[in-house]
């Protein structure tokens, strides 16, 4: 392994706002392996605010002159979601490692544009589903695993976020239409159904039932109100390849308070995952709390951070760990096509009532 540390690029760099500046940076700043190396944002103004308040050694005007870059090994995709396909694409072509955020494209089709082109490229590549990378969660699919549990029967999952609200600030509201590929449904379902299949196994059928609950979202500041055309809940029933059935219950627009849940019930013993997390149970540490005899989960990567960086930290540790193993740690992008066809069936599930039958069932 080299003792260099990886120099990352960061695309959508904001030193006022933004995942970048609220995750992925605290994240970096503790982990020796990495280095931030550089910025870029929609102004070469903004890239250099930002990459003065994160430590980076250098600005660039253009994305691509980023991805380019002979100075950067890792790119760090922390864009909006249409802009996610081209520069993937690029960084790829330029043998680039990539982090890149949930969801990986705004459809199946772009989803499966960029998996196909990252097994056919010299980097290695991380989907962004931080809550995989939750200690809790890990040793909650670890547990699953050994068969601790016995016959798995039910679980039961309740994924809460103050998000997709009845107001939006004028930056989101691009989140409540279908067309950007950055709804609820899409990021905060596909978080938590990344993280029931870590522990559940895959979905091999499924039925479900989307609703809007709150159709016009007043946008902040303005006195605009606009049309939302996304779901603000999402249930789902389905069966896994474990044998498990699952209750899974996506909401938008919750209090803070309300508390994330994911409770397995087996044969020989149960055990639960709890967070109380505003922006989703991904952007926070969690607790498993079972009726086994266990040993505590594994040591997060550094017990300082809270909050948004903590689980951001546990993936870049995978991409590193899958960097200089050639093996991979954590999930890919052919996972994150996986996860973006499963999401597809949820939609055709709630639009026909059908039962959808999934991939390998």
């Known amino acids: 392994m080299s003792s260099a540390p990886l120099r990352v690029g960061i695309v959508g760099a904001n030193p006022e706002r933004g995942w970048a500046k609220d995750a992925h940076v605290p994240a970096l700043r503790v ?3 990495f280095k931030i190396e550089g910025t870029s944002a929609r102004t070469l103004e903004t890239a250099q605010a930002a990459a003065q308040a994160f430590g980076a050694t250098r600005a660039f005007a253009d994305t691509m002159e980023l991805v380019r870059s002979p100075d950067i090994d890792v790119v760090a995709v922390t864009v909006k979601v249409p802009e996610h396909l081209a520069i993937v694409l690029a960084a790829l072509e330029a043998g680039k490692h990539l982090y890149c955020e949930w969801p990986l494209g705004k459809d199946v089709a772009e989803a499966e544009t960029m998996a196909k082109a990252a097994k056919a490229a010299k980097g290695r590549v991380l989907i962004g589903v931080q809550g995989t990378g939750a200690p809790a969660i890990r040793q909650a ?137 505003a922006g989703g149970y991904q952007t926070g540490v969690l607790r498993l709390e079972t009726s086994l005899d266990v040993p505590p ?65």
């Open 141 to 277: 699919a670890e547990i699953v695993k050994s068969g601790k549990l016995g016959q798995l029967m039910t679980a039961r999952i309740v994924s809460p976020t103050a998000g997709w609200a009845p107001q939006a600030p004028p930056f989101y509201e691009y989140l409540n239409h279908r067309k950007y590929g950055a709804t609820m449904s899409a990021i905060q379902g596909g978080h938590t159904l990344a993280t029931v299949e870590m522990v559940l196994g895959h979905y091999v059928q499924l039925q479900a039932q989307n609703t809007i609950n709150c159709p016009k979202v007043r946008i902040i500041g303005t006195d605009e109100v606009i049309e939302r055309d996304c779901p603000d809940h999402v249930s789902i029933i389905g069966k896994h390849a474990s044998g498990c059935v699952s209750t899974v219950e996506v909401a938008g627009g919750r209090n803070p308070t309300t508390p994330y849940m994911f409770e397995i019930i087996g044969d020989d013993g149960d055990l639960r995952v709890t967070g109380l997390c």
């Open 297 to 361: 989960p594994p040591s997060p990567v550094d017990a300082s951070l809270k909050g948004p960086p903590a689980n951001v930290a546990e993936l870049y540790t995978q991409l590193a760990a899958t960097i200089d193993t050639g093996v991979q740690h954590g999930f890919d992008f052919d996972y994150a096509a996986h996860l973006t066809r499963v999401l597809a069936s949820v939609d055709r599930a709630s639009d026909t009532g059908a039962r959808q039958q999934l991939e390998g069932a």
């Open 31 to 33: 982990l020796p392996r």
